[in-house]
Every structure is written in C-alpha cells, then in structure tokens.
C-alpha cells in the first residue's frame, strides 16, 4: 500500500510528460480521508491538464482526474469510516490538489459525498462530473418552470458527456429531446439515447445571428457557448430557459438584450466546481433515481485502464470520444 500507480504530468523549462508513474503515500497530499480509487473519467479539463498550454494546472509534477469514486481506508473526519463507498469530485481536485488518476487519493471530507444507493461506483464514475452538470443543468430548468408539456428541448454537443447524458436524463423524464451534433455518423446513438429529432451543429449555429428568431424550443442544454450559445437564446420560446456549462465553442457569446426582455428568456450558468453540498447531495440523489440514464453502462460508458489514459485525455481534445470514459484503477 505505501506505493502504488498513478497517471501523473510533469513541465520543466524544456520537457513535458504524461506517463504511469510508481508514487507514495508521502507524495498525496493533505487530506482528512484516505480513499482507495476504484474508477476515475474522463472530462475536457482533464485533457486540458495533460498538454503544456492547458491553463489548468499550476504546480508540477502533478495527478490529474477530477472525479474519483472509491472506497475510505482511512479518516479523520466522523462522517466517514473505514470501508465506506463515496464519490468526490469538483472543487480543487484535479485542479491544485492531487485527483483520481491514481490508485489512492487523500482529500478533506468537505468535498467527499457518500455513494448514493442505486449506484454503484462504476455508475457514479460513468457520470461524473459531466452527469452532475447534465442533471444540475436539468434540475435549474425545471426550477425555471420547465415540464414536459412545455415544448421540445434543445441539447447542443449531444455527443460529448454532458450532451449524451442530458439527453438520456430528459428522455427518461418524459421530454421530447431535440439533439444537435457536428458527427453524422452518430445520429443512431443520438436516437438510442432518446432524441427524436437530430440537428447538425450549422442548425444551431447561425452565419448571421438574429437578435429574436422563430420560437423552436421550451429549453435547452448548452455545454457548448459560443455563437451556438447566442443563436439557441434568439430561438427560446416565451418564458423558457438556456442552462449553459461550457465553453467548446468560445467564450464570446454575440447576443443581445432582446431574448431576455421582449421574452422573458432565462440564461442560467451551471458551475459544477464548488456547487454547494446540499445541492450537490441532492442533484447525486437524483442521478440515483429518476435522472439515473437507463443505458449508462451499456451504451453511453466505455472504460480505459490507467495504461490507456493518457490517449484518451488526447482524444477527448480532439473530440474524438462519445459520451463517457470510465478509468478503472482498482
């Protein structure tokens, strides 16, 4: 136990690595909880963590992996003991502190959040960060007054994590879920998720952006930003919502004021980092229940050992993976 594997990053002033590392517990560092890791994922900040420029992480060398799922071999903190099943994820891991890329974490107990039952951690890894702003980003709009007898639903990215999970999420709540991708090749996957209707990502991307176009959708899912961001908002019906998470396609969002004042439209950004723990607890019950997608495993989850990770946090850069990519460490 004093040594193990971890996927750890390391930059100099002339060379940068990504490799399978022998680490020890006197390198983690501190932390109230001591969690044997089962299963890590795979997220786009977590690709940005394995490249030179990622802006991500700030001290080296490093482990990546900003969720992890996993099992308490030691704790300092009374809410949690020995033997204890619990997810983490958000917050500084992955981040500034030591993350699931490795066979054992140490973290404070404030960020820790006991596996709910109707997962299993596989599950709660095939989610991750990406489910729990999939399921945030739901449980936001229907704050806002959306059902499913409001209108049709927008997912923008469908294909990536948070889209495929949004999609399958909604579906099973009983929305009529309109899916947009950039991949052709995908629209059957799209469809077995729940979509009843595939747009192309020029559908939902506008050349010239009107600031009030034709009224197509109650809601949307938007990890994407960008001109996509501001077409989908001049496209809201009366009184809808955009829940957005993401950046893939830019920071800047070419809008105006009109959606929001001549008709009503909400844009609620989705933070999933330091989201607070009774909320967080309760969106991680949600994901155990009726948000829990009904083809996670089999459909929407592939897994990699730690040996394969470093290709696919490449890959996933390259917007290469579809939905989510589950690290087995134990």
Same mark, same amino acid.
């Given at each position: 136990?004093?040594?193990?594997?971890?996927?750890?990053?390391?930059?100099?002033?002339?060379?940068?690595?990504?490799?399978?590392?022998?680490?020890?517990?006197?390198?983690?560092?501190?932390?109230?909880?001591?969690?044997?890791?089962?299963?890590?994922?795979?997220?786009?900040?977590?690709?940005?963590?394995?490249?030179?420029?990622?802006?991500?992480?700030?001290?080296?060398?490093?482990?990546?992996?900003?969720?992890?799922?996993?099992?308490?071999?030691?704790?300092?903190?009374?809410?949690?003991?020995?033997?204890?099943?619990?997810?983490?994820?958000?917050?500084?891991?992955?981040?500034?502190?030591?993350?699931?890329?490795?066979?054992?974490?140490?973290?404070?107990?404030?960020?820790?959040?006991?596996?709910?039952?109707?997962?299993?951690?596989?599950?709660?890894?095939?989610?991750?960060?990406?489910?729990?702003?999939?399921?945030?980003?739901?449980?936001?709009?229907?704050?806002?007054?959306?059902?499913?007898?409001?209108?049709?639903?927008?997912?923008?990215?469908?294909? $990536?994590?948070?889209?495929?999970?949004?999609?399958?999420? #909604?579906? &099973?709540?009983?929305? %009529?879920?309109? /899916? @947009?991708?950039? =991949?052709?090749?995908?629209?059957?996957?799209?469809?077995?998720?729940?979509?009843?209707?595939?747009?192309?990502?020029?559908?939902?991307?506008?050349?010239?952006?009107?600031?009030?176009?034709?009224?197509?959708?109650?809601?949307?899912?938007?990890?994407?930003?960008?001109?996509?961001?501001?077409?989908?908002?001049?496209?809201?019906?009366?009184?809808?919502?955009?829940?957005?998470?993401?950046?893939?396609?830019?920071?800047?969002?070419?809008?105006?004021?009109?959606?929001?004042?001549?008709?009503?439209?909400?844009?609620? $950004?989705?933070?999933?980092?330091?989201?607070?723990?009774? #909320?967080? &607890?309760?969106?991680? %019950?949600?994901? /155990? @229940?009726?948000? =829990?997608?009904?083809?996670?495993?089999?459909?929407?989850?592939?897994?990699?050992?730690?040996?394969?990770?470093?290709?696919?946090?490449?890959?996933?850069?390259?917007?290469?993976?579809?939905?989510?990519?589950?690290?087995?460490?134990?």
């Amino acid at each position: 136990m004093s040594e193990f594997k971890a996927l750890v990053v390391n930059k100099t002033e002339t060379d940068f690595t990504v490799n399978v590392q022998t680490v020890s517990m006197d390198d983690l560092p501190e932390g109230d909880v001591l969690i044997k890791v089962q299963y890590s994922s795979v997220n786009y900040k977590d690709g940005l963590a394995s490249i030179p420029d990622g802006k991500i992480v700030k001290t080296y060398p490093f482990i990546p992996g900003i969720d992890l799922a996993g099992i308490v071999v030691s704790s300092d903190d009374p809410r949690f003991k020995e033997g204890d099943e619990v997810i983490a994820t958000g917050y500084e891991i992955g981040v500034t502190h030591y993350g699931g890329y490795s066979e054992y974490a140490r973290i404070p107990g404030d960020w820790i959040v006991p596996l709910p039952k109707g997962l299993t951690l596989k599950e709660a890894m095939a989610l991750g960060t990406a489910g729990f702003t999939a399921a945030l980003s739901i449980h936001r709009l229907e704050e806002n007054g959306l059902s499913p007898e409001k209108g049709k639903v927008l997912v923008t990215g469908a294909t $990536g994590g948070v889209g495929s999970l949004a999609v399958s999420m #909604l579906a &099973k709540r009983g929305y %009529e879920v309109v /899916a @947009s991708t950039g =991949k052709e090749t995908e629209h059957e996957y799209l469809r077995e998720l729940g979509a009843k209707e595939i747009l192309s990502r020029e559908d939902v991307c506008a050349e010239k952006i009107r600031p009030l176009d034709k009224q197509q959708w109650a809601a949307a899912v938007d990890p994407v930003g960008g001109r996509t961001l501001a077409t989908v908002l001049s496209r809201i019906q009366y009184n809808g919502a955009v829940a957005v998470s993401g950046l893939t396609g830019g920071t800047d969002v070419p809008t105006t004021v009109f959606p929001f004042i001549l008709r009503g439209v909400s844009l609620l $950004g989705i933070d999933s980092v330091y989201c607070p723990m009774e #909320l967080r &607890k309760q969106i991680w %019950e949600r994901m /155990a @229940s009726d948000l =829990k997608p009904d083809k996670l495993l089999e459909s929407i989850a592939q897994e990699v050992t730690l040996e394969q990770l470093p290709e696919a946090l490449s890959n996933i850069l390259k917007g290469k993976l579809r939905g989510r990519t589950v690290v087995k460490l134990s």
